[in-house]
């Protein structure tokens, strides 16, 4: 059984940092695409950042140059580093997983797609203030 357990978030001015964690438990191997979402409120959900079983990390054009996305296979754990936060990037940050090794067509023109992925996490409330 698939689990994913988020951590991380919390309030922070704008041009704050914060970093977000996700574990994942119960893939037979590292080779599985994981990524975050977000979502605001009365808003769809977003892709913000994701990375396939070859290691090709794909952001949102938003967050670029702000947000690092790491994964240490070693722990099943994947890092978003948040640098130069916005009022915008408010919103619950949900970690999401799926089998499928690399990205659809649709992510590499478009960036992460939530149909992409099949388990997802709580979430994790990111509030920044201006």
């Known amino acids: 059984q698939v689990r994913l357990v988020e951590s991380g978030g919390g309030s922070v001015q704008a041009g704050g940092s914060l970093r977000l964690s996700c574990t994942a438990s119960?893939?037979?191997?590292?080779?599985?695409?994981m990524g975050w979402f977000r979502q605001a409120p009365g808003k769809e959900r977003e892709g913000v950042a994701s990375?396939?079983?070859?290691?090709?990390?794909q952001y949102a054009e938003s967050v670029k140059g702000r947000f690092t996305l790491h994964k240490d296979n070693w722990k099943d754990t994947l890092y978003l580093l948040m640098d130069n936060l916005k009022p915008e990037d408010t919103g619950m940050y949900y970690c999401?997983?799926?089998?499928?090794?690399?990205?659809?067509?649709?992510?590499?023109?478009?960036?992460?797609?939530?149909?992409?992925?099949?388990?997802w996490g709580q979430g994790t409330q990111v509030t920044v203030s201006s």
């Open positions: 999401a997983a799926d089998r499928t090794r690399y990205f659809s067509d649709a992510a590499y023109t478009h960036g992460p797609q939530k149909l992409d992925f099949g388990y």
């Open positions: 119960g893939f037979p191997d590292t080779s599985y695409c």
């Open positions: 990375i396939n079983a070859r290691g090709e990390v």
